[in-house]
């Protein structure tokens, strides 16, 4: 996924918070769980200073609950996105190797077409890991486990891995609808990114993907409208890590370093 590139900062908006304030946010997340979500990045080919953003902003790297009890854990998503996630990765045809690590931490929301060997990760079973997941399992489906949906967004309180996988592997999702052509390069959208992340990706399909006039908007005009953005909280998250000296541009600075 890393074919495309990324303006920063996304327009002439600034930060609402201040230099020394956001420096003091992502070293925050940093020492909280940096390693963690470098390491959950790079494996899902993600660039580690866009989720390691995210994820400054969504919990400051803690493991911590929503103020409306809705979302979880490092990347403050839930057992409904969780569904979401299995759904596309599915039908992107991710491979099994790439899913096992979350396959592993939910394995009761599958049922098995062919077994999965005790030594899936022996150099004899590089084939099979590139094999679509759904070679191997069949997914239940959100009717077949809602009712213990409490137990997985509990878990993303307390298994730190497990929960940044899942906030990846939805930042994957969005990026790859966010990416607009621009002549003959392709840039990501943050700005619709975070749209997606912070009020849902059937806000991004439906107000922005689905609807070309609103596609044409460039971040200036979209971070302004109220019909399209949420004013009070994804307008100052799109600024904070999208902004002139948001979390990402203090980061191409060199004024946070990330290693």
Do not use: C, H
């Not at 999965?116 to 022996?122: E, L, S």
């Amino acid at each position: 996924m890393a074919n495309w590139k990324i303006k920063v900062p996304q327009g002439t908006y600034k930060s609402d918070r201040t230099i020394s304030e956001s420096i003091a946010e992502l070293q925050k997340a940093k020492t909280a769980s940096g390693k963690e979500l470098k390491e959950i990045s790079e494996f899902y080919s993600l660039p580690f200073y866009l989720v390691f953003a995210v994820a400054t902003l969504e919990s400051g790297g803690q493991s911590i609950r929503s103020f409306d009890g809705l979302s979880y854990g490092v990347m403050q998503t839930n057992a409904e996105t969780m569904d979401g996630v299995i759904k596309e990765v599915f039908k992107q045809g991710m491979t099994m190797g790439k899913f096992y690590p979350l396959y592993l931490d939910i394995k009761p929301l599958f049922t098995l077409k062919k077994p999965i060997p005790a030594n899936f990760w022996d150099n004899s079973n590089i084939a099979l890991r590139q094999e679509p997941a759904s070679n191997f399992l069949r997914y239940k489906g959100w009717e077949a486990w809602k009712s213990t949906k409490s137990t997985y967004n509990q878990k993303m309180m307390t298994n730190k891995p497990f929960a940044i996988r899942v906030g990846v592997l939805f930042l994957r999702q969005l990026i790859g609808d966010s990416l607009e052509k621009v002549g003959q390069d392709v840039y990501l959208r943050m700005d619709w990114v975070i749209k997606g992340y912070n009020m849902g990706y059937y806000s991004l399909k439906f107000g922005i993907l689905n609807k070309p006039q609103n596609r044409a908007l460039d971040s200036n005009a979209l971070i302004i409208r109220p019909d399209l953005i949420n004013q009070r909280y994804t307008k100052p998250y799109i600024q904070r890590i999208g902004g002139i000296n948001g979390y990402l541009d203090l980061i191409k600075q060199g004024k946070f370093k990330l290693s």
